[in-house]
Each structure stands twice: as structure tokens, then as C-alpha cells.
């Protein structure tokens, strides 16, 4: 497929606590479902290099609530999956579906909470490595271990936080009871500044770090959905996580993932710098989609 031309169609949309932005790329011509591109909290400009690969689709991105475009009433406060499924609800009811979604990490933790309570929404999910500790065999140390990166966060700072937050979603295999009382990397080694600003608004590390890898999917609701749910796991980071995320939640819903090119990154073409295998990514994701 040749890269999208067309250019998004930017609107917002008032939810409690919230003002929500999202980009439409219209092709009146499809006539396949919507595809939503979601992740959380990377916003709409994550997805510029996936949304090219489908010119064929109307594609819909947005900024999640507190990221980017998206202001919060009050930047303080967490934000919590229900709250962005209620969000995707809004979203997906002004657009019209239902809709095929791709949600990668936050966003495929927002995804299971929005088939769970709004089936009818999403015809496809394909849910991309879903850092949910709380499905995880070793639960505890991991969801310590997610505690201990907001902890940094609050007493430190951004750079700290940040630093002991590549730490964990870099960490391979189960948590050991102790990994969250370790302190975590100085900043500097990743090129980030040790001074602490006093900002406490950080959308990763203050608003859903713990309440999105906390979060309890509810696995009798989504068997009930008769939303077809694909668990995705990259071929590359086996053992972090996320990826064991993906795997702990197929084994829950009795399926087995569907292995996409690239890591955790895989499907960005350059934003925020990073690069993975987003040509492969898109074949991949279409193909799923279309089987």
C-alpha cells in the first residue's frame, strides 16, 4: 500500500474531566470498519507512520486524556483504564462504529476495559503487549516493582522516574521479591538531567502508571464479547513485561498470541526518535485484521 495522502480531520469532544482530541483520515470509499490506532499515554503522533499504511481504511487516532492535546481539568489526578474506555466510547459514538482497534501497551489495557463494557464498539481487537503486571504469574514483585517507578517519581523527580522506569519495562523475566526495594539508574546514563523541576504531572509516570498495570481485566466479560480479541506480542523483547503481558492474557481468554515484527516499538517509523519494523508491522496487522 502506497502512504496515506490524506490529511486528518482534527476535532474534540467534552467528557467528565476532560477535553478529548482526535484526527479523522477519511476514505469514503471504505468499506471496511473504521481502524482506531490507540495507545496510552502516546498520543495521535505515534501513529503517523501505521495510520500511512492504510490508505485504504478511515483511520482515527487521538491523544489520550492528559496526553498531548487532551486537557485534564485537573493534571494531578490519575487517570484509570475505565475512565479512558468511557473515553473510547465517546470517541467511537461521535465517529460511528464499530470500529477495528489496534491498541498498543496503556492503549491495549484501555482496549480490554472498552470491549468488556462496550462489546458492540469494536468489531477486531488486536491488543499489542499489554503491560498488565496484574496478570502476571510473579504479580506482586511486578506490581511492587511498578510502585517503586512511582515512588522514584513522586520523591525524585522526572529524571529519575523516567530512568527507573526504562528499568522495569526493560527487565527480562519474573520480578524477584527484592527488585522493588533496589534503587533505581541514575538519569544521566540515559542522557536525562538528575535535576528535579517539582512538576508532578508527568501522564506516564503520575497519571496511569499504576493504575493502568494494576488493572484487573475482567476475562468473564470479554469471553462473553463477541468482539474477536487478538493478543500481539513482538517477536523481539521476549521476557519484559509487556510482552509476558500479552501471553498472560491470551492463556486467560484460551488463545495463543499472534508474534508481530519488531519490540514494544515495533510499529514506529521515526516518531519520538525510535525506529522498528513498521513496513513488516503493517503487513502483519492487516493480515491479522483480514483473517
Known amino acids: 500500500m ?23 483520515r477519511v476514505n469514503p ?56 474506555a468511557a473515553d473510547l466510547h465517546a470517541i467511537i459514538g461521535a465517529v460511528g462504529g464499530p470500529v477495528d482497534l489496534f491498541a498498543s501497551s496503556g492503549g491495549a489495557v484501555n ?52 530512568a527507573h522506569f526504562i528499568a ?15 534503587p533505581g539508574p541514575d538519569p544521566q546514563m540515559f542522557g536525562m538531567p538528575a535535576t528535579d523541576d517539582g512538576s508532578r504531572t508527568d501522564v506516564l509516570l503520575g497519571q496511569n502508571m499504576i493504575s493502568c498495570t494494576h488493572y484487573e481485566p475482567d ?20 521476557g519484559t513485561m509487556a510482552n509476558r503481558g500479552a501471553y498472560a492474557v491470551a492463556e486467560r481468554l484460551g488463545s495463543t498470541p499472534q508474534v508481530f515484527p519488531g519490540g514494544h516499538d515495533g510499529f514506529l517509523g521515526g516518531e519520538y526518535g525510535q525506529h522498528g519494523k513498521p513496513d513488516e508491522f503493517a503487513a502483519k496487522l492487516r493480515d491479522v485484521l483480514e483473517n
Open 219 to 238: 476475562f468473564d466479560a470479554l469471553k462473553r464479547a463477541e468482539t474477536r480479541i487478538v493478543l500481539a506480542a513482538g517477536e523481539e523483547g521476549a
Open 168 to 182: 522495569s519495562v526493560s527487565h527480562t523475566g519474573e520480578f524477584t521479591p527484592d527488585w522493588a526495594d533496589q
Open 111 to 162: 482496549a480490554l476495559a472498552l470491549v468488556a463494557r462496550h462489546p458492540e464498539d469494536v468489531h477486531t481487537l488486536v491488543a499489542h503487549e499489554p503491560p498488565l503486571a496484574s496478570v502476571l504469574p510473579d504479580r506482586e514483585a511486578a506490581m511492587a516493582a511498578t510502585r517503586a517507578v512511582n515512588r522514584t517519581y513522586m520523591e525524585r523527580g522526572g529524571g529519575f522516574g523516567m
Open 2 to 24: 502506497t502512504a496515506m495522502t490524506t490529511e486528518p480531520a482534527t476535532h474534540n469532544v467534552d467528557v467528565p474531566g476532560a477535553t478529548l482530541t482526535y484526527d479523522v
Open 29 to 84: 470509499q471504505s468499506t471496511e470498519p473504521p481502524l482506531m490506532l490507540i495507545g496510552s499515554p502516546m498520543g495521535a503522533g505515534g501513529f503517523i507512520t501505521l495510520a500511512g499504511h492504510f490508505p485504504d481504511r478511515t483511520v482515527i487516532t487521538y491523544d489520550p486524556r492528559g496526553s498531548d492535546r487532551s486537557a485534564k481539568v485537573d493534571p494531578t489526578s490519575q487517570s484509570t483504564p475505565d475512565q479512558h
